[in-house]
């Protein structure tokens, strides 16, 4: 698996865009990009995933660059209960839950 | 998690004693999964299972065994309960065997003295 790299925190104003980027640059060309959060305390919640296209959803948008050699995770208008770890992984399925959880970046949306 | 419950949410036990760790779900998946979380080391895959009476081993298997002889029930084992394998214990259920749209449960946190 293509090997990811995140900051390891970031802050956010509550109702701002929250941009999370995620570093991939030995990502092959039939790896995905998916992106999980764990709020604390909980399991992980799966957020988004994507291939090449831009892809959006109700809880978030993925911009993957053009070279997929980086991507994006926004959330829109991060709210308090967005504060979580959230996890870039990029695997080609099936992966019979082999997912590799690296250490992510905490998000913190402040008031 | 909808659909998915772990039990106990919390448990003290000593060193030495058999351990059950159960994960319920009523989403009918075919594929459920028994990770742990450790700080510094992220998440870990124990075993993981592709259908009734069918199941595999994970990157850290020994020391824990699973069963699995309905589709609703993953039955995590320590059969001998040792301080390194205080944890968080998280299950997981999935349609396929794709990466994506896992569903966790909220997990046991397991402290072994």
């Known amino acids: 698996d293509a090997k990811t790299t995140q900051p390891p925190s970031m802050d956010c104003a509550e109702g701002r865009a929250a941009n999370l980027p995620c570093n991939h640059s030995t990502i092959s060309g039939n790896e995905y990009v998916y992106w999980y959060r764990q709020i604390h305390s909980q399991g992980p919640q799966y957020i988004i995933h994507g291939l090449k296209n831009n892809e959006t959803n109700e809880m978030a948008s993925l911009i993957i660059t053009e070279d997929r050699k980086s991507s994006t995770l926004i959330l829109p208008h991060a709210t308090l209960r967005d504060t979580a770890v959230y996890y870039c992984i990029v695997r080609v399925g099936p992966s019979y839950g082999k997912l590799t959880f690296g250490q992510g970046t905490i998000l913190t949306v402040h008031p | 998690d909808a659909g998915i419950t772990q039990s106990p949410r919390h448990k003290v036990t000593e060193t030495g004693t058999p351990v059950t760790l159960r994960c319920h779900q009523t989403e009918n998946h075919r594929y459920m999964y028994w990770y742990r979380q450790d700080p510094g080391h992220g998440l870990r895959l124990i075993h993981y299972?592709?259908?009734?009476?069918?199941?595999d081993k994970g990157e850290v298997s020994d020391g824990y065994s699973v069963s699995r002889s309905k589709t609703e029930d993953f039955l995590l084992t320590l059969e001998s309960a040792t301080s390194s394998q205080t944890s968080v214990y998280f299950c997981?259920?999935?349609?396929?065997?794709?990466?994506?749209?896992?569903?966790f449960g909220s997990g046991t946190r397991l402290t072994v003295v």
């Open positions: 997981a259920i999935s349609e396929s065997r794709d990466p994506w749209g896992y569903t």
């Open positions: 299972s592709y259908g009734v009476k069918d199941t």
